[in-house]
Structures are given as structure tokens and as C-alpha cells.
Nanobody, 129 residues
Framework: QVQLVESGGGLVQAGDSLRLSCVAS????????MGWFRQAPGNEREFVAA??????????NFADFVKGRFTISRDNAKATVYLQMNSMEPEDTAVYYC????????????????????WGQGTQVTVSS
């Protein structure tokens, strides 16, 4: 059974920074592409960022709205993926979900949520203006 547990969400002001963490268990983390998605009230879930396995180069993809504000990283020894969010905007308010793919050996991490096999419960991020 794969488990993904997010943490680090909270209430911040516009312009602040926040780092989300996602700890994975139940599979070989280092071989999985990891992604972050978010869903705001009334909106569909959308892609935020993803990172391929390091043995495939660790390539990253970001949504256009990130605009260089966010970074994604992974620590295979800790089975953890991080999303560092800087210069946050009220539009970043959403529930943020961590997701993992199976062992597909990605060079280019997918951006579609249907490509991900496992999901966390989400962590709420609220940005006040």
C-alpha cells in the first residue's frame, strides 16, 4: 500500500514563502516521478510541478502560472518531495496534493493528473492579500 503524506500548508500573506513536504512510503521512492497538483474551490485540479527520478536525470516541469516562483526538489534518502513556494499570491490559495507515478522510468515528468497512480490527502494553503 502506497502512502503519501503532505505537510507544510497553512495561512500566509501575499509575498510570503511556504514549503510543502510529501513523505512517501510503501514503494521505492527513488524510482518514481513525483508531482504536485492543486485544487481551488470551484475549480478543477491543476498541475503545479513535477520531478522525474534522479536516475533518469531528475528533470522538472512547472505550470506556466508558477512564473519562476516555485521550485520542486526531492530527497531520496528521506523519501520526500518538496515544493518551495515564494512570492505567493492569493490566487495560490488551494488544497495542494502530492502524487506519485509507478515505475515508468520517465525522463520528462508528466503534467496530466491521470498519469499519476497514487495521491495524498492534500494540505490546505491559504494566501491572504
Amino acid at each position: 500500500q502506497v502512502q503519501l503524506v503532505e505537510s507544510g500548508g497553512g495561512l500566509v500573506q501575499a509575498g510570503d514563502s511556504l514549503r510543502l513536504s510529501c513523505v512517501a512510503s510503501g514503494r521505492t521512492f527513488s524510482r518514481s516521478t513525483m508531482g504536485w497538483f492543486r485544487q481551488a474551490p470551484g475549480n478543477e485540479r491543476e498541475f503545479v510541478a513535477a520531478i522525474a527520478p534522479m536516475y533518469r536525470g531528475g528533470s522538472v516541469n512547472f505550470a506556466d502560472f508558477v512564473k519562476g516562483r516555485f521550485t520542486i526538489s526531492r530527497d531520496n534518502a528521506k523519501a520526500t518531495v518538496y515544493l518551495q513556494m515564494n512570492s505567493m499570491e492569493p490566487e495560490d490559495t488551494a488544497v495542494y496534493y502530492c502524487a506519485a507515478r509507478g515505475y515508468y522510468g520517465d525522463y520528462n515528468p508528466p503534467v496530466a493528473d491521470v498519469e499519476y497512480d497514487y495521491w495524498g490527502q492534500g494540505t490546505q494553503v491559504t494566501v491572504s492579500s
